[in-house]
């Protein structure tokens, strides 16, 4: 098998980040509470960020604004 197109897996330390990075963003009142807005979230956050990629405090103002920008709710104040 080429282990070239193998996916490395996500350690259990990078995904309680990640969890605790989605979690912090979808709580706050500008996100949209919509089901779909929360999975698109998500799905952005392991797309963008493979295993070993992400860093909590060098990325979060990057994952912040890309939420604002993209799963703002239409009636956030």
């Known amino acids: 098998m080429d ?3 193998v996916k490395p897996a996500f350690q259990p330390e990078e995904l309680s980040d990640l969890k605790l990075l989605f ?3 979808t709580s706050q009142p500008w996100f949209d509470p919509s ?3 929360k999975e698109a979230f998500a ?3 392991i797309e963008t960020f493979p295993s070993g990629a992400f860093d909590a405090r060098k ?3 990057v ?3 890309s939420a604002r920008m993209f799963y703002s709710s239409d009636t956030a104040a």
């Open 43 to 45: 799905r952005y956050l």
């Open 3 to 5: 282990h070239l197109f």
């Open 59 to 61: 990325h979060r103002s």
């Open 35 to 37: 089901d779909g807005a």
């Open 63 to 65: 994952v912040e604004a």
């Open 23 to 25: 979690d912090d963003i």
